[in-house]
Nanobody, 126 residues
Framework: QVHVVESGGDSVQAGGSLRLSCAAS?????????MAWFRQAPGKEREGVAT???????GYADSVKGRFTISKDNAKNTLYLQMNNLKPGDTAMYYC???????????????????RGQGTQVTVSS
């Protein structure tokens, strides 16, 4: 059983920064070809935020480009999401996920990804 723990969420004011972490208990999960961050606000569908593939290529939703940065620390088996210039619209529960299939290109839709953690809450006030 894979255990995934997301952390780093908090309540901040608009313009603030947070760094989210995602630690997986198994290297197999962590070393998936595509890892990603998703978020889900109350009453809304889960949406992709950023992706990271095994060669270090990244992808971002238009809404976070230039503000968020996804990265991995292989020594710690941890995926990160640095979030700067946060906006109230970023308020959501954030989840990390891994895709079990080797893809030609990572994508931002949640379908097909494995979600194993409980998420971490980010609240941004104006």
């Amino acid at each position: 059983q894979v255990h995934v723990v997301e952390s780093g969420g908090d309540s901040v004011q608009a313009g603030g920064s947070l760094r989210l972490s995602c630690a997986a208990s198994t290297y197999t999960y962590y070393s998936a070809y595509c890892m990603a961050w998703f978020r889900q606000a109350p009453g809304k569908e889960r949406e992709g935020v950023a992706t990271y593939d095994s060669v270090g290529s990244t992808g971002y939703a238009d809404s976070v480009k230039g503000r968020f940065t996804i990265s991995k620390d292989n020594a710690k088996n941890t995926l990160y999401l640095q979030m700067n210039n946060l906006k109230p619209g970023d308020t959501a529960m954030y989840y990390c996920a891994a895709h079990p299939v080797r893809l030609s290109e990572c994508y931002l839709r949640p379908g097909g990804y494995n979600f194993r953690g409980q998420g971490t809450q980010v609240t941004v006030s104006s």
